[in-house]
């Protein structure tokens, strides 16, 4: 426990200073891996919000394009790899030829307690627990498969293969993926993922300069959840489409910095805040969808929204 403990605090203080990147750029070279914790942190179950922020951190350090590396992805026999879509914590293939023989392997990071479900197949690998659920009524070329860690870590693996039992393919790749995720390969460790300022980044490091923030119990990768000023604000980090994040938004400055607001499509009273942060990501790693690095802000208030994003800028000096 108290090598676990010591794992927490050097990951927690990689947190503080996640937000000071001031030259990763979309397309630019990654440095090298950052090592990560060993093998038997995630083994460790998280006992405190220490514990749980380190988890989230050391999983937000994850390369996740690396959990299915290209070499697995070109033995499957599923015809040549088309594509390789990225996200800030997924990764998506396209493999063969479409439409009939299209494959596609979606994969992403994240937090989960205990997996419990109705439905599928539930076993163990080793002490990670894991979920096989097939498509909808038994559809044998869709199967969705979760894989979770006991210190909370989890990911999850969508497959949809015609003419294949995907969830016999899923039960095939999943012993390689828990093994390479202990292995916590850092960022810039497949070639497929673009270095971009949002990699790693803790949505939560805005906390450290908002005085009288309260926690709340939620608890994610992309989104911290928190309260202040007696309100619930949602800080996120993605990838979106230029054009969809100016869509129904008026534009503002803050310190000459061009943020676009918005309403929430479920409550017109809920303010939107969205900031780029970032030059476009290349087409080749987004299926040719035009793609930025976004920060978002979502309150009660525009009060309480702008005083949140004028300190999430600063994150990420331009």
Do not use: N
């Not at 108290?2 to 605090?9: F, H, I, S, V």
């Not at 060993?38 to 937000?60: K, Y």
């Not at 969705?144 to 003419?163: E, I, N």
């Not at 009060?303 to 999430?312: K, P």
Request: a negative charge; hydrophobic letters at 35%.
């Amino acid at each position: 426990m108290y090598r676990t403990l010591t794992l927490a605090a050097a990951v927690l203080l990689a947190v503080v200073s996640c937000g000071d990147d001031t030259g990763t750029r979309a397309g630019d070279p990654l440095p090298p891996p950052t090592p990560g914790p060993p093998p038997e942190f995630w083994s460790t179950p998280a006992d405190s919000p220490q514990q749980h922020a380190a988890v989230a951190q050391a999983t937000r350090e994850l390369d996740v394009c690396a959990l299915l590396p290209r070499d697995t992805l070109a033995d499957l026999g599923l015809g040549d790899i088309r594509s390789v879509t990225i996200g800030l914590d997924s990764c998506r293939a396209a493999l063969g030829t479409p439409p009939a023989g299209e494959s596609t392997l979606t994969w992403h990071t994240t937090l989960l307690p205990p997996l419990t479900s109705s439905r599928g197949i539930s076993k163990q690998l080793g002490d990670v627990s894991v979920l096989l659920v097939p498509g909808r009524d038994g559809d044998p070329r869709a199967c969705g498969a979760t894989a979770r860690f006991p210190a909370g870590a989890a990911f999850y693996l969508g497959l949809s293969v015609p003419d294949r039992d995907s969830c016999a393919v899923a039960d095939g790749l999943l012993s390689g993926m828990i093994e390479r995720w202990r292995e916590s390969p850092g960022q810039g460790t497949s070639p497929d993922t673009v270095g971009t300022v949002l990699l790693g980044a803790d949505p939560c490091a805005v906390r450290a300069t908002l005085p009288g923030t309260a926690d709340t119990d939620q608890l994610r990768l992309t989104e911290c959840l928190f309260r202040y000023r007696d309100e619930t604000v949602t800080v996120s980090y993605a990838y979106r489409v230029p054009e969809q994040m100016r869509a129904r938004s008026t534009e503002e400055k803050f310190d000459g910095r061009t943020v676009f607001r918005s309403t929430s499509l479920y409550d017109s009273s809920i303010p939107i805040y969205h900031a780029p942060v970032g030059p476009e990501l290349p087409l080749a790693s987004t299926d040719s969808v035009p793609r930025i690095p976004v920060a978002e802000v979502t309150s009660a208030t525009d009060d309480v929204a702008r005083q949140v994003m004028s300190q999430v800028l600063p994150l990420f000096p331009q």
